[in-house]
């Protein structure tokens, strides 16, 4: 029995030093980094491999991008103080993405924006703070198309409109309270099972600003949606508001004895109440201390399809919760114009058709913007337009 004690106890000393000996040996914790960065190469445009990472080695590199395993200690996240404040959104649903009814595909409640109908929405008072900007929005979809001249058939744009939101502390809308919401161009079309049509997908938010004093601070406001577009007078015409799911609670009307612009009477403008739906109409606003700078930095240009001119643009965009980025134009020195569709997610790639441009010098930027409504730009770059 004692030898067989004896056996045991050395067996169970050898497997410490063993084990001893494998800690000795084995790399320390802190060295091992668990999330590799993807880090982009300044000669990225040209394929190149990266051989060295200051503060790090390369693992792998290959068409312009390594993998980095870290050998310092991870940077600890910025806190919450830190972070910009978040804007604060006033609208009939808490969250205001959940207006996902009407506006991207299937019934559509002829829920359309148009010159002989107003969508009107009343919000509650803002909550208490200190706010330096403030904007009124709508989510909007499935804009209607029609043949473009001179192009084949099955060549589609949207049909050309405006739609404006008019904001005030009662139920009356002056010429002088009324904002410029967006073009129909930069709604998102309604898609067709017959055709190819580019630019079809899912409703959109858009904002317009707005000055601070024309915010009630300390009661309702009311928000009326319209278009001042004669075209726009069916749902086959026109856009489409989203809606959500709401209540019996009535906050929100249809008006439908207006034409192309919002009720003057507020003892008739609350003319249909609406329940059970919500329109997707909702003020935004920016808290003081929330302004960061937007990087945009256009990293690439290269040719776009076989035969045409067109360029494609290749940006980066530094900065917090970035809502979308565009290319703007400039002819001939004059001023700054947006071409072409926002751009809502990384990577930033824009195309740039060349028969959309007149001949002669063409400066071309790439701007971009924040949740806040902070813009950056990029530098520009200059273009050589010839037919």
Request: proline share 7%; net charge neutral.
């Amino acid at each position: 029995m004692k030898k067989y004690q004896n056996d045991i106890i050395n067996m169970l000393f050898i497997a410490f030093l063993l084990l001893l000996s494998s800690r000795a040996f084995a790399a320390p914790a802190k060295y091992i980094h668990r999330n590799p960065v993807l880090l982009e190469s300044p000669g990225s445009a040209g394929g190149g491999v990266i051989k060295e990472v200051a503060g790090g080695r390369v693992i792998e590199g290959a068409s312009g991008f390594c993998q980095r395993s870290s050998t310092a200690t991870p940077q600890t996240p910025a806190s919450p103080a830190e972070a910009p404040r978040l804007p604060v959104y006033i609208s009939e649903l808490s969250n205001i993405n959940d207006y996902r009814l009407f506006a991207n595909g299937g019934w559509d409640g002829n829920w359309y924006i148009g010159f002989n109908v107003c969508w009107i929405e009343e919000l509650p008072p803002p909550p208490a703070g200190k706010y330096r900007r403030a904007f009124i929005g709508a989510k909007l979809g499935r804009a209607k198309t029609r043949p473009v001249t001179g192009k084949p058939v099955w060549e589609k744009e949207a049909i050309p409109g405006e739609i404006f939101l008019s904001l005030a502390s009662t139920p009356s809308w002056k010429a002088t309270q009324k904002y410029f919401l967006t073009d129909a161009g930069d709604i998102p079309v309604e898609g067709d099972p017959e055709n190819a049509l580019e630019n079809a997908g899912e409703s959109r938010w858009f904002w317009a600003e707005v000055p601070m004093n024309a915010v009630n601070l300390t009661g309702n406001n009311y928000l009326a949606l319209w278009s001042p577009t004669e075209y726009f007078v069916t749902v086959a015409s026109s856009p489409v508001i989203a809606g959500g799911w709401g209540g019996q609670k009535i906050n929100s009307w249809l008006n439908n004895d207006v034409k192309g612009y919002a009720p003057l009477n507020p003892a008739t403008s609350l003319k249909t109440p609406i329940s059970v739906f919500e329109p997707a109409i909702a003020m935004k606003l920016v808290p003081e201390g929330s302004e960061q700078e937007i990087v945009v930095t256009v990293i690439d240009v290269k040719g776009g399809r076989d035969k045409t001119g067109n360029k494609t643009f290749i940006a980066t965009v530094e900065g917090q919760e970035i809502e979308k980025a565009w290319l703007e134009i400039s002819v001939n020195g004059g001023r700054w114009q947006k071409q072409g569709r926002y751009v809502y997610t990384a990577p930033y790639m824009f195309t740039l058709k060349a028969d959309a441009l007149p001949d002669g010098k063409t400066a071309v930027r790439c701007a971009a913007t924040d949740i806040w409504g902070d813009i950056g730009y990029s530098r520009s770059v200059e273009l050589q337009v010839t037919r």
